[in-house]
């Protein structure tokens, strides 16, 4: 058995599933024990509501924790955001532009204040009026050459981040600090802001059996050997990836 480098999405995927959960940890804890394998979560949760989940459902210490999208990556438990990665985030990132275009467009509704973060600016926005709305914002933010990227995920949730930033750029910066190959590697996740995870290279990926439609449209769209369509809900469907793929 080889190290394999393991990043999941929390909500949905990697929880969701209580029995399955306790199946998945205590296979995953025991190979990273034994052989160096490592976890990572990256999830759309500020540190904040992270740390509610954690707590919550008593998830295992990862090895990196990737926040708020991407933006955010915290290693061995440390309480600061890693530094090169936020200085990678901060060229070209100006949030009271991208805000003061924004506060004109009345559907985007700001989420709570904790999900407002350094790197991540967030809105609720409707599914009926989103077909409209983003193309909208998407123009007015390319007449100011804002550096952004639009992130729409499971009907509700819209993140503006920097464009050099997303989960899946999280997750292949720790890949290749960690030097862990693509086929080493796997990844997790059920919605929208998991599908860089699946796009940004050949990291072998899992989509777990109860994806939301915009994942499942663009697996459909981009299909993949490296990537896994699950049956089983949540951690169910992670075990059944990683016996797919042969990691467990
Ligand atoms: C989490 C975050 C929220 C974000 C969403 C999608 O729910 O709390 O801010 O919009 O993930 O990324
Ligand atoms: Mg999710």
Known sequence: MKPFLFVTDLDHTFVGNDSALVQLTQMLT?????????????TGRSPVLYKELQEEKNLVEPDGLVVSVGTEIYLDGSGTPDAAWSEILSVGWNRELVLSITEKITELVPQPDSEQRPFKISFFLQQEVSANVIPLLESELEKYEVNVKLIYSSGIDLDIVPRSSDKGQAM??????????AEQTVVCG??????????????????????????????????????????????GGILEGLQYFGFL
């Open 30 to 42: 025991e190979h990273r024990r034994e052989y160096g394998t490592k976890i990572v979560y990256a």
């Open 190 to 235: 059920d919605s929208g802001n998991d599908i860089a995870l699946f796009a940004v290279g050949n990291e072998r990926g899992i989509i777990v059996g109860n994806a939301r439609p915009e994942l499942l449209e663009w697996h459909s769209d981009y299909p993949a050997d490296h990537r896994y369509l699950a049956q089983d809900t949540c951690a």
């Open 172 to 181: 292949q910066f720790l890949r290749r600090k960690w030097k862990f190959a």
